[in-house]
């Protein structure tokens, strides 16, 4: 684990580095606060820190204060280190956002304890964010495929459609579509070589898509066999070029099972959002598209209307 000591006195500081090198830790050494704050902006800054309160250019209360005014998932655990003995000091220390204290001159059995304290801390919280973040990614990813499931891209595409309506610059121009898919004869697949090959024939169109697709483009799986692409900065006029070209790339894609090279397509309706559309009317419209495109015989794109 890596420590920031902040220490403006130059033998506590060799003294410090030293016992913490010795006890297997990567030290990372400034004699002041302003090169404390700078360190610990970085993305990869240290989780363990051992502050002196009195510092040149920025003191160590001030160093606390800005560091837990930023929006940090994992802050650092800071141990602030002080001569300071007044019960009042200490106290402020505390408030300001110190985790813990050592007085000076400290003991070295005394630190060695407190480290190992926020050690543990640091520990608990980097395993707490990281159940956290598996959670979240549960929450919102299709646990066979990997993508947003059905839910997520919903709500992406009512985030997507209220930007466009709202005319936001960050819509990517003024328009919006999106494409819904349905893999042809799907259930075919499925009796012939069994569920399992179905499960990678869904696999691989997702594939696929994210190689196709725009950076800010979104897709995610509605269910079954179907997926939902969310497509801004294309109106009624470009929308269909995007689309004939994953219509394309998955019918080109070899799909083995069993030996077998199958052969997959789908059919994908589109549907361009206008000024009245609201959410059901805009996945209505591409629905019905869809459906249109596979009782003309799939592997096509049919425009809603």
């Known amino acids: 684990m890596r420590i920031l000591i902040a220490e403006d006195d130059l033998t506590s500081r060799i003294m410090l580095s030293d016992m913490l090198g010795k006890w297997g830790y990567e030290v990372v050494s400034v004699n002041d606060g302003q090169a404390a704050w700078e360190v610990l902006q970085s993305p990869d800054s240290p989780r363990l820190v051992i502050l002196d309160w009195v510092m040149p250019v920025m003191d160590g209360l001030e160093v606390i204060q800005r560091v837990r005014a930023r ?53 608990l919280q980097t395993n707490l964010f990281e159940t956290q973040q598996i959670l979240a990614h549960l929450a919102t990813h299709d646990p066979l495929t990997g993508i947003l499931n059905r ?37 075919l697949i499925n009796d012939r070589y069994g569920h399992q090959a179905g499960d990678e024939v869904l696999k691989a169109i997702a594939g696929v898509l994210a190689k196709q697709l725009r ?31 994953i219509l394309a790339a998955i019918a080109g894609c070899k799909i083995m099972i069993q030996a077998d090279t199958v052969p997959v397509t789908v059919s994908i309706g589109v549907a361009a959002a ?23 015989g799939g592997n096509r794109v049919m425009l809603g209307t």
Not at 237 to 242: A, G
């Open 71 to 123: 929006n940090n998932e994992q802050p650092p655990y800071i141990i602030l280190l002080t001569s300071r003995d007044e019960k009042g000091d200490v106290l402020s220390g505390l408030e300001t956002g110190a985790n813990d204290y050592i007085k000076k001159p400290f003991d070295r059995d005394e630190l060695y304890a407190r480290i190992l304290v926020g050690r543990r801390t640091v520990d």
């Open 215 to 245: 950076a800010y483009d979104s897709f995610g799986r509605l269910g079954g066999d179907e997926f939902l692409v969310v497509a801004p900065g294309t109106g009624e006029e470009n929308c269909l070029h995007l689309f004939e070209r």
């Open 274 to 296: 206008g000024p009245e559309y609201g959410l059901d009317k805009l996945l209505e419209s591409a629905d019905t598209a869809m459906y249109r495109a596979k009782h003309e």
């Open 151 to 187: 839910r997520a891209i919903l709500d992406q595409l009512a985030k997507e459609l209220a930007r466009v309506q709202r005319g936001e610059p960050g819509s990517k121009g003024c328009g919006l579509s999106i494409g819904f898919f349905d893999i042809d004869q799907f259930k």
